[in-house]
């Protein structure tokens, strides 16, 4: 987990570098928007402590961006050219907290172990999703589609109606999803594919 420092104010990024690091966190520092998405990668976790007013890209226009980008990371403004209009926007568009300098050492650190819970909740569930979805696709389509009406609370022999086949083959195909996605039972199976959906 890093916590991507984004000012254009040095004497701003060093002080805040310099805090953070005596959290014993990691930090990372840019002194604009654009270097900071010429540096980011997916896969990289942790949170943005992001000014409002900056030069080419400002903070509520990088917000928008790493959106669009489906960029993880929650983001914490910090700014001295705050106002209330600006802060509903910015919380509006998901910002995990809008602090106003000189903020506090315990203040941003609260906010940033916050936003790390946040960011670590969020990579869990992809997590989960993603191992839910590799599990998903390794069924067949008549796996699939036995597996769905099982789900829908249709019987065995419903689905052998609707699908055109005999009790025993739904039978076997319902065992070789359960075999396939490692579970013992329709509520584990109903669990897996609700997660693929999260």
């Known amino acids: 987990m890093t916590v991507f420092i984004i000012d254009d104010d040095v004497a701003v990024l060093d002080s805040l570098t310099l805090m ?3 959290a014993e966190l990691n930090v990372q520092a840019f002194h604009s ?3 900071f998405l010429d ?4 896969g990289m976790l942790g949170c943005v402590v992001l000014d409002i007013k900056m030069p080419e890209i400002d903070g509520l226009h ?37 602090l106003t300098k000189p903020v506090k050492r315990d203040k941003l650190m609260t906010c940033i172990e916050s936003a ?11 997590t989960t999703r993603q191992h839910a979805q590799n ?10 589609e036995v ?6 609370g249709q019987a065995n022999k419903q689905i052998a109606v609707e ?19 490692g579970v013992d039972n329709l509520l584990e199976l109903a669990r897996i594919v609700a997660d693929t959906a999260a």
């Open 20 to 22: 953070i690091e005596q």
């Open 147 to 152: 597996m769905k009406l099982a789900l829908d």
């Open 62 to 98: 990088l917000q928008q961006k790493l959106i669009e980008l489906n960029v993880p990371l929650p983001v914490i403004f910090l700014t001295g050219h705050g106002n209330i209009p600006m802060s509903v926007k910015a919380m509006k568009s998901g910002a995990s907290d809008f």
């Open 163 to 181: 699908l055109g086949i005999s009790h025993r083959t739904v039978e076997i195909h319902k065992s070789r999803v359960l075999q396939k996605t």
């Open 135 to 144: 599990l998903l696709s390794t069924l067949t389509d008549r796996e699939m």
């Open 33 to 35: 928007a654009r270097a």
């Open 116 to 126: 790390f819970e946040e960011c670590k909740n969020w990579h869990i569930k992809q």
């Open 39 to 42: 540096y980011y990668h997916p």
